[in-house]
């Protein structure tokens, strides 16, 4: 499993005016993500295809040359069944600023069962609230 931190290009501080409204009182959540492919084009006509990272369609993110080399075959594998690549992110933060983590798998660790299983439907995630109803065998 692919864990992003600061070093993996995120540049979620450009996208601050939309993280901070998913950021919850407490300072920690998770988030459900949507990654694509996207293109650079360099100043010489050169296109290098990275990884951006989206909630509910808007831009947060995107990630470093290196660290969208070991996610964009799955992306584009992804693409090819009409599906939406998806990942959790951790978002931390306050009024001031905002920082996320990324959680996603790597195209290398992706089984064969799993791209020729499908469709993949995305998990649903409960809105934020002060308390949950969790059944009695997650409780400690």
Do not use: C
Not at 87 to 104: K, N
Not at 117 to 134: I, M, S
């Amino acid at each position: 499993m692919y864990r992003g931190d600061r070093d993996s290009g995120l540049k979620e501080e450009d996208h601050f005016d939309v993280l901070f409204n998913h950021v919850p009182p407490d300072g920690v959540g998770l988030l459900l993500v949507s990654l694509r492919k996207a293109i650079h084009t360099l100043k010489n006509g050169t296109e290098r295809p990275f990884v951006e990272v989206r909630l509910n369609g808007a831009p947060i993110g995107e990630l470093s040359n290196v660290t969208s080399a070991h996610l964009l075959p799955l992306l584009e594998h992804a693409e090819t069944v009409g599906e939406t690549a998806l990942a959790y992110a951790r978002v931390t933060g306050s009024a001031l600023a905002a920082q996320l983590v990324l959680h996603a798998a790597k195209a290398t660790e992706i089984s064969n069962d799993w791209l020729s299983a499908g469709p993949h439907p995305a998990p649903t995630l409960l809105p934020w609230t002060t308390a949950y109803d969790v059944p009695p065998a997650y409780n400690p």
